[in-house]
């Protein structure tokens, strides 16, 4: 009998999911991460989320902790 695969629903508002979803994968535990962003429209940019001010300083940090 296995163990069922932990389920994982982030339901985000911007940056913080897709980098909470980063975080819960790299502890490589046997889950399945679903991400759901909620917008009124479709936005004009091909970026989902805006990157900017403190956030590009935390994608760097994660950048270096995942060559570590």
Do not use: H, N
């Not at 909470?20 to 759901?36: E, M, N, P, Q």
Request: aromatic share 6%.
């Amino acid at each position: 009998m296995s163990a069922l695969k932990l389920k994982i629903l982030i339901l985000v508002a911007g940056f913080a999911g897709p980098c909470l979803a980063y975080w819960l994968a790299k502890i490589r535990l046997d889950i399945f991460i679903t991400i759901v962003e909620r917008s009124p429209s479709p936005r004009a940019t091909d970026q989902p989320i805006g990157i900017r001010g403190p956030a590009v300083e935390i994608i760097k940090a994660m950048k270096s902790e995942s060559t570590l």
